[in-house]
């Protein structure tokens, strides 16, 4: 393999979920590469059609390695129950196995620009992207994309804000700040196109993106205010037929620490999207600089509101909450 060569072997750890499958398709349909993907063994997951299924055990280090050996790219996508030493077998395992370029599990919001944060999300962040240089041979490339807009608009309240089945909102402050926000999708077409580029070389390539500098990836600008506008395009609803209420930033924050305290998973969600919806936090309404230079389309608000609603409507509820 050329250095002026893309990669072409990509394995990715949980193909078969949300983000890892929506990867997974992406680079499946450009052609361009073979997607491995790494399963638990007795896993029921489905993987896409075209990946290659390898069963590991993830307590076994020689399993992970004999997994990787002869990969050129990894990809790490785990889900928030996933054990929190698994990202670090897995990072110490593609340095064994001698993978060049390992993505680490750290989406979201461009927190490697920040520094002497103290908040539990950036620093498990951080702490992800140190595993994969602390491996001693592969190069970190990771990217940020911020919230997974369809995902975080279907779970309700403790995420957005905003509960679809019930008809109810809960504005931060006025409901008017804006973050960064990113469809499975648009995250899967990044993949694909950066894979796509020459490892070095001319510009784009993919050396442009390793180590801090990072893929930072956006589908949207959007408010709690713009969400459930698009909302009530997609139902036919006005603010009439929802009950709106308003909240302090602050409040959330407080409220959501004390769920954290009593285990509450929901306490997290508000402790973390209360924090991005801060005003002042520095990366909420980060600029995605990668998307001219991969070439991403401009998408469609309404269409992806939609699949979210559809979603909500459904009963989705990963988490089990």
């Not at 050129?72 to 340095?95: C, Q, R």
């Not at 504005?171 to 990113?182: A, H, L």
């Not at 020459?198 to 893929?215: C, E, W, Y």
């Not at 620490?257 to 801060?278: C, H, S, T, W």
Request: aromatic share 8%.
């Amino acid at each position: 393999m050329s250095a002026t060569d893309p990669v072409t072997k990509v394995a990715i750890v949980g193909a078969s979920g949300r983000i890892g499958g929506a990867f997974a398709r992406a680079l499946l349909q450009g052609g361009k590469h073979t997607v491995t993907a790494l399963t638990r063994k007795g896993s029921n997951g489905e993987i896409p059609e075209g990946a290659k299924k390898v069963e590991v055990d993830y307590d076994n280090q020689d399993s992970i390695v004999e997994a990787l050996v002869g990969q050129e790219f990894l990809i790490i996508t785990l889900g928030v129950s996933a054990p929190p030493e698994l990202h670090s077998k897995i990072t110490d395992a593609a340095g064994k196995a001698k993978v060049p370029y390992v993505m680490p599990n750290y989406y979201g919001y461009p927190h490697h620009t920040i520094t002497g944060s103290t908040d539990i999300y950036t620093k498990l962040s951080l702490e992800r992207l140190s595993e994969v240089t602390r491996n001693g041979f592969s190069t970190r490339v990771h990217m940020a994309c911020g919230f997974w807009y369809e995902w975080s608009l279907a779970l309700g309240d403790p995420w957005f804000g905003i509960d679809i089945a019930q008809r109810k909102v809960t504005f931060f402050d006025d409901g008017k700040r804006p973050i960064t926000v990113s469809t499975w999708d648009q995250c899967g077409r990044a993949i694909a196109a950066l894979l796509s580029l020459p490892q070095r070389g001319s510009s784009p390539s993919l050396a442009d993106f390793i180590n801090d500098k990072g893929v930072l990836v956006e589908s949207w600008h959007l408010s709690q205010r713009d969400m459930l506008d698009s909302v009530h395009r997609v139902l036919g609803t006005t603010d009439a037929d929802w009950q709106i209420t308003y909240e302090p930033v602050e409040k959330r924050l407080k409220d959501g620490e004390e769920q954290m305290r009593n285990k509450d998973l929901r306490g997290f969600a508000k402790v973390l999207y209360g924090g991005i919806f801060d005003a002042s936090n520095p990366v909420s309404n980060y600029v995605g600089e990668a998307n001219p230079i991969l070439g991403l389309p401009k998408e469609d608000l309404d269409e992806a509101t939609k699949r979210a609603v559809d979603m909500a409507l459904s009963g989705y509820n990963p988490l089990g909450l």
